[in-house]
């Protein structure tokens, strides 16, 4: 196995794979969970886990949502080039397609198995998924006991879209795309400030769709002009404040318009990271507050306290402002906390 297949997004889909076994398997919940939020935390970490564990594999410890199981079998794959026997026991009597159909949205890890039990598939993987789309279409899955007609639509549906759309852009591409974008959108609101959001505004290595917000009042305007980008192929969706475009190689950029009042809500909620925001929402929990992207609810009074700002938002829950790069879902709640003390005391 060669090293230059260790990045991130390679030991994420290994960790979701194995989550997937132990759910065929019907292991225990919790060992389940551990997996898929390790995978989850690993493809939006900032640092090539490879490269890490190269300098020192010690530094592999301070990566949130990965216990001393999951580290035992990364640092494994990094020096015996091979994967563990237990990672190879997990995947026994499992057909390695089982793992490419649970990767299209509304297929299970049990219906995958009994896709591949019920019909004739190809060793690859692409292949596979194209014999999928083939059955779907020649109405072979509606008379499996389980599916019918409308979970066979749907499979056709999402299968044809993963194919057009699995891959992920490099930082790179994607914030040279946004920048188009923008300057595109400056061209007729040269006084608007537009902010991409999610993986690209954390600065991640890759970035799977191209999100972009905007606070204005000029909705209709704005996203009449983002829909005429002369090098579109597909308007996905439009709406009064949000809309969705294809480009070339099936790369889609969305945009979200929202009022100033509560914008620093928007931009904090759709940067992310996922481990970050669900970090935040617990800490916020135990000060009686539930989050949005429209502001901090009081769990009390019921009573929504909006904000302009992702500094104001982050200072109302004391905090000190948390860059975007620095949300990865470790300690930086409870730096941002120490820091808040500090300045106001």
């Keep these: 196995m060669p090293e230059n297949n260790f990045d991130n997004l390679y030991i994420a889909q290994l960790l979701n794979d194995i989550a997937t076994a132990y759910i065929i398997k019907k292991k225990n919940i919790f060992r389940i969970k551990a997996y898929q939020?390790?995978?989850e935390s690993i493809i939006n970490?900032?640092?090539?886990?490879?490269?890490?564990?190269?300098?020192?594999?010690?530094?592999l410890d301070d990566i949130p949502g990965i216990g001393p199981a999951i580290l035992e079998k990364i640092d494994y794959l990094f020096s015996q080039k091979k994967l563990h026997p237990r990672i190879l026991q997990a995947f026994k009597n499992i057909r390695p397609v089982v793992f490419a159909f649970t990767k299209i949205s509304g297929i299970g890890p049990k219906n995958a198995q009994k896709l591949c039990r019920k019909l004739k598939f190809p060793q690859n993987p692409q292949s596979a998924l194209k014999k999928l789309i083939y059955y779907a279409q020649n109405?072979?899955?509606?008379?499996?006991?389980?599916?019918?007609?409308?979970?066979?639509?749907?499979?056709?549906?999402?299968?044809?879209?993963?194919l057009d759309k699995h891959h992920r852009l490099s930082y790179?591409?994607?914030q040279?795309?946004?920048?188009?974008?923008?300057?595109?959108?400056?061209?007729?609101?040269?006084?608007?400030?537009?902010y991409p959001l999610g993986s690209l505004r954390r600065r991640s290595p890759t970035v799977g769709d191209i999100d972009i917000a905007t606070k204005s009042s000029q909705n209709q305007a704005i996203i009449k002009h983002f829909l005429a980008f002369p090098?579109?192929?597909?308007?996905?969706?439009?709406?009064?404040?949000?809309?969705?475009?294809?480009?070339?190689?099936?790369?889609?950029?969305?945009?979200?318009?929202?009022?100033?009042?509560?914008?620093?809500?928007?931009?904090?909620?759709?940067?992310?990271?996922?481990q970050h925001n669900i970090l935040l929402r617990k800490y916020a929990q135990k000060l009686g507050y539930s989050l949005s992207e429209y502001g901090i609810k009081n769990l009390k009074t019921g009573q929504t306290s909006h904000f302009s700002t992702e500094k104001s938002f982050y200072h109302f829950l004391h905090l000190c402002f948390i860059k975007p790069q620095d949300r990865l879902g470790e300690n930086e709640i409870k730096i941002a906390q120490k820091c808040y003390t500090k300045n106001n005391h």
Aim: zero cysteines; a positive charge; hydrophobic letters at 35%.
């Design 37 to 39: 939020d390790a995978s």
């Design 231 to 274: 090098q579109k192929t597909q308007v996905i969706y439009h709406g009064t404040k949000k809309a969705s475009l294809l480009l070339p190689n099936n790369v889609q950029v969305d945009l979200m318009i929202q009022s100033t009042q509560t914008f620093g809500s928007l931009l904090q909620h759709f940067t992310g990271s996922k």
């Design 176 to 194: 040279k795309i946004a920048r188009q974008f923008i300057k595109h959108l400056k061209n007729k609101f040269p006084q608007t400030k537009f």
């Design 139 to 162: 109405h072979k899955i509606e008379k499996i006991p389980g599916f019918g007609k409308k979970s066979q639509n749907l499979i056709l549906k999402n299968t044809q879209n993963y």
């Design 172 to 174: 790179q591409a994607a």
């Design 45 to 59: 970490y900032p640092q090539s886990l490879h490269l890490l564990w190269k300098k020192d594999k010690k530094l």
